[in-house]
């Protein structure tokens, strides 16, 4: 009788994998008195809390964290988070740290959101056993490095498998996430900002983004900027000699063009022709669209 054919079990997947470096692992286990800040980190990171609680403070908000959660600490924000000194049960954590281009993107598919820090997992155990496995490839070797990069990559994949979406707990009516994109907005108004970079400070989605504008705003995150930039720049036209060229790019234009273009579909005249109609002149005032917290009606500026 002739032998059963060879059976080949193949997988065909083009990955791309996310722009993200390994930074660090590390655990700690039975305190009783446990603390970290105030501080800013320089990266990433992200800790699950195997058992005990306490308390974690981001940018100035207080989450209570216990056993069975996880929470991200972004990069360069404030931060603080203790041990509850009165717990019945001691505090255990383990965590990772990541940096790179697409650190922001990973915690916004792992579920965190700058609202929501603190998510809930099904189970810890898989976290612990990653995080020890890369403590034992602590000495600096080119294959240690890649054994860690993976393992960081298992723990990320392995927590967006874990933990519940929070996308049907956002609430687009929600004025806080309103108030902290137009705010980043007018931070970052002289760079060539895009409404991804929006939604990634925020740790929500592009699409959830545009709903909290259109909900709130009448309007699209794109548009918002667009005049938020040309609004800002024609208060520079009116009061100084800075030439248009400088102008465009200082609010992020590739071109004089493109930003004389976009001045022209606000404003109804060229930058040019604003110039000579309204130098200065005391009565006049252009209107800066500003943060929520200053607006007297979110819906009516735009």
């Known amino acids: 009788m002739p032998d059963d054919p060879m059976l ?97 993107d990973v915690l916004q598919r792992c579920g965190f959101t700058v609202l929501k820090p603190v998510l809930n997992l099904e189970d810890v155990t898989p976290f612990d056993e990653i995080v020890g496995h890369m403590l034992a490839y602590s000495d600096r070797s080119y294959s240690n490095g890649m054994m860690l990069q993976g393992l960081l990559l298992a723990f990320l994949s392995t ?16 004025n806080r996430y309103l108030d902290a994109a137009v705010n980043y907005i007018h931070e970052h108004i002289n760079e060539p900002l895009q409404v991804a970079d929006v939604a990634a400070a925020l740790y929500i989605s592009r699409a959830y983004l545009c709903t909290v504008f259109q909900t709130n705003l009448k309007i699209t995150p794109k548009i918002f900027i667009m005049k938020a930039k040309i609004f800002q720049a024609a208060e520079d036209i009116r009061h100084s000699p800075v030439p248009i060229a400088q102008l465009a790019e200082r609010y992020g234009y590739a071109t004089p063009f493109a930003f004389s273009k976009s001045f022209k579909r606000i404003m109804g005249m060229s930058p040019r022709d604003f110039r000579e109609r309204f130098s200065a002149p005391d009565d006049l005032v252009v209107e800066q669209y500003r943060p929520p917290t200053v607006r007297r009606s979110p819906a009516s500026r735009l």
């Open 8 to 104: 080949t079990v193949t997988v065909t997947h083009d990955v791309k994998p996310p722009r993200i470096l390994f930074r660090g692992a590390a655990r700690e286990e039975g305190v009783t008195r446990s603390s970290w800040g105030p501080n800013v980190r320089d990266d990433v990171s992200v800790r699950v809390v195997l058992s005990g609680r306490g308390e974690f403070m981001l940018d100035g908000v207080n989450h209570h964290v216990r056993a069975g959660q996880a929470f991200a600490i972004p990069k360069d924000v404030p931060t603080f988070y203790h041990t509850d000194f009165h717990a019945p049960q001691p505090w255990s954590l383990c965590w990772v740290n990541f940096d790179g281009p697409d650190a922001g």
């Open 159 to 174: 927590l967006i498998g874990s933990v519940t979406s929070v996308a049907e707990d956002l609430d687009p009516r929600d």
